[in-house]
């Protein structure tokens, strides 16, 4: 075949038909919406990773010296991109897009929720710092929160989603999920950033762990590899997905979920201090202090026993 002619005939019809095919459905690229603007929320979360961590996350040096000048300098920064970010997807989903947005308050809006963004990370850094500490005392073989900070996967989608949290609370759109899926690709941890988190999360090694969005964790909770908080599928009379509803379940404080376990269902509940074993399939809710452990390789088939009392 000659790849000349052929570009001068046959391309020319593949053109059309992937022309026709954009004005069906096309994401518009003046509205940044595209790759350039998916890349853009990238390198904005790694922006706000460099401010609440300095010399993790960023990419230079930074010395005490200069830790002043480089927060203030970031900031300015941060704020100039979060306020065009959120602008471009509030007009983009805004009911008068495009002929009218100009004369509604999305500028405005925009600038506020930034400055709410903002507002919220030095909470979000204490929040961080707790989580890095749950690493370093839950787990024998992590000598710093140091090490914690640089190397651990959790850490890392953990700060992610804490940071798409704030966006998705404040009902912005579309960032969150990119900013989370980021944190997916790079780590293997895929927490949507509707998940409800307490404090001092810890997850250990963290390949494979999925999080859905209606899910809530309480404080002091340690999750292990390949363990899915997920839902059950519901689905209407239709058979379409049902959406807007508890679909994930409800974690309670001091839980420990051990590798590659499943817990479904919206009215799924695991109670305060209840250690889920590896391998098992949950679908109804645990009790308080529970062990529950498989007793074959057969999916619900479990045992359940109850912790000692210490008084």
């Known amino acids: 075949?000659?790849?000349?002619?052929?570009?001068?005939?046959?391309?020319?019809?593949?053109?059309?038909?992937?022309?026709?095919?954009?004005?069906?459905?096309?994401?518009?690229?003046e509205e940044g919406l595209n790759v350039s603007g998916r890349n853009g929320v990238?390198?904005?979360?790694?922006?706000?990773?460099?401010?609440?961590?300095?010399?993790?996350?960023?990419?230079?040096?930074?010395?005490?010296?200069?830790?002043?000048?480089y927060i203030h300098d970031m900031?300015?920064?941060?704020?100039?991109?979060?306020?065009?970010?959120?602008?471009?997807?509030?007009?983009?989903?805004?009911?008068?897009?495009?002929?009218?947005?100009?004369d509604c308050d999305c500028n405005k809006r925009a600038e506020e929720l930034s400055v709410e963004?903002?507002?919220?990370?030095?909470?979000?850094?204490t929040r961080l710092l707790e989580d890095?500490?749950?690493?370093?005392?839950?787990?024998?073989?992590?000598?710093?929160?140091?090490?914690?900070?640089l190397s651990y996967p959790g850490l890392e989608a953990i700060a992610v989603y804490r940071i798409a949290h704030r966006y998705y609370e404040l009902e912005i759109p579309l960032i969150p999920r990119i900013m989370t899926?980021?944190?997916?690709?790079?780590?293997?941890?895929?927490?949507?950033?509707?998940?409800?988190?307490?404090?001092?999360f810890f997850i250990d090694h963290g390949t494979g762990v999925v999080i859905?969005?209606?899910?809530?964790?309480?404080?002091?909770?340690?999750?292990?590899?390949?363990?899915?908080?997920?839902?059950?599928?519901?689905?209407?009379?239709?058979?379409?997905?049902?959406?807007?509803?508890k679909r994930h379940p409800d974690i309670e404080d001091d839980v420990i979920i051990y590798a590659n376990s499943t817990v479904l269902g919206g009215k799924t509940v695991v109670g305060k201090g209840a250690i889920i074993g590896g391998n098992t399939w949950i679908t109804h809710s645990v009790p308080p202090h529970a062990i529950i452990s498989s007793m074959s390789s057969q999916p619900g088939d479990i045992q359940v026993k109850h912790k000692k009392s210490s008084t």
């Not at 390198?43 to 706000?48: A, K, R, V």
């Not at 008068?96 to 947005?101: A, E, L, R, T, V």
């Not at 890095?132 to 900070?149: K, L, R, T, V």
């Not at 899926?181 to 404090?199: F, L, M, V, W, Y």
């Open 1 to 29: 075949m000659d790849i000349n002619a052929w570009m001068n005939t046959d391309m020319t019809d593949i053109a059309r038909k992937l022309e026709s095919s954009f004005r069906e459905y096309h994401i518009s690229p």
């Open 42 to 69: 990238y390198e904005l979360l790694e922006d706000i990773l460099a401010i609440l961590f300095p010399g993790a996350f960023s990419r230079e040096m930074i010395h005490e010296e200069d830790l002043n000048f």
């Open 75 to 102: 900031l300015r920064h941060i704020a100039r991109k979060m306020v065009g970010q959120i602008r471009t997807v509030i007009k983009y989903h805004c009911p008068k897009h495009p002929k009218d947005c100009c």
């Open 117 to 125: 963004i903002i507002e919220s990370l030095p909470d979000i850094r």
């Open 132 to 149: 890095a500490d749950a690493a370093f005392q839950g787990d024998p073989a992590c000598h710093s929160m140091e090490e914690a900070i």
């Open 181 to 200: 899926e980021r944190a997916h690709t790079r780590t293997g941890i895929d927490i949507h950033p509707g998940a409800s988190i307490g404090r001092r």
């Open 212 to 245: 859905g969005e209606t899910c809530r964790i309480g404080q002091n909770v340690k999750i292990y590899q390949g363990v899915t908080l997920g839902a059950l599928s519901p689905f209407d009379k239709s058979g379409r997905p049902r959406k807007g509803e």
